[in-house]
């Protein structure tokens, strides 16, 4: 499992024991989650992370995490390039604090990272120079590349053992897309992005060994119903 709510020191309103011992009592593990990272992440006049950075760390390890993934950029941010650049190097650091701390911390990417652009090069290409590739993992989310007009087999190539992470999602045609787009997703195998071969593609090129199904969207099928499909298929690929 992986997590997307994390406030006030407690996933889902229960502390991180209380939210272990729920998975673990119906035979599941969080091995990541999504979380808050930013700017105010750094006391700049103690010349350290923010108390509330550490805790959220310290919270990961105890509710079982191998990866603390921050899924945003700010706007005033990601438009900025000075406060771009400092952003990215607290990514660094932040990389280095986890590893000391025995977890790994990652960047899941939305679509605003391959329509932003800095001198005629993409954000994304930014990030992906910027950032170390030994202290931050990478967590591609394929639905929303593709949403935002980057393609997720094409970037496998191009930066081989990068993407240790990846949020699998098919897409289809939406009037109400789930990101203000024109997209929302599907259960897997029955939108328009080739699920397998990225799949394929992540294993083969990407360094990927954490896949981790992301359905937001869900027609006529409940969610419930739509993780015994999405589950299935990836059985189905051999995963």
């Known amino acids: 499992m992986e997590h997307a709510n994390y406030v006030d020191r407690k996933f889902y309103g229960y502390t991180p024991k209380e939210f272990k011992k729920i998975l673990n009592d119906h035979g599941l ?25 550490k ?31 400092q952003l990215l190097e607290l990514f660094n650091k932040s990389g280095a604090l986890c590893q ?3 977890v790994q911390f990652g960047y899941h990417n939305h679509d605003f990272e391959f329509q932003t652009k800095f001198h005629g090069k993409m954000l994304y290409e930014i990030i992906l120079e910027q950032m170390d590739k030994d202290l931050v993992v990478q967590e591609m989310d394929i639905g929303n590349m593709y949403n935002g007009g980057g393609n997720p087999l094409e970037i496998l190539e191009a ?29 897997l195998g029955e939108g328009i992005l080739p699920v397998k071969k990225i799949c394929k593609q992540g294993k083969k090129h ?27 298929m990836m059985k189905k690929w051999g995963y």
Not at 31 to 53: M, N, P, R, T, Y
Not at 59 to 83: C, F, I, N, S
Not at 206 to 232: H, W
Request: with cysteine.
């Open 159 to 187: 930066y081989p053992d990068r993407f240790e992470m990846m949020h699998i999602k098919d897409e289809i045609k939406s009037a109400h897309g789930e990101m203000g787009d024109d997209y929302e997703s599907t259960v």
């Open 55 to 85: 805790y959220t760390i310290e919270d990961a390890l105890t509710a079982g995490q191998k990866y603390v993934v921050t899924p945003w950029m700010d706007e005033g941010v990601r438009t900025d390039e000075e406060k771009l650049k």
């Open 206 to 232: 990407g360094g990927t060994s954490c896949f981790i199904i992301e359905q937001e969207s869900y027609q006529d099928r409940s969610a419930l119903a739509s993780a015994k499909v999405d589950f299935k």
């Open 29 to 53: 593990d969080m091995i990541s989650g999504h979380v808050e990272f930013g700017l105010d992440s750094w006391d700049e006049a103690k010349q350290a992370f923010s108390d509330c950075w």
């Open 100 to 102: 000391k701390e025995g």
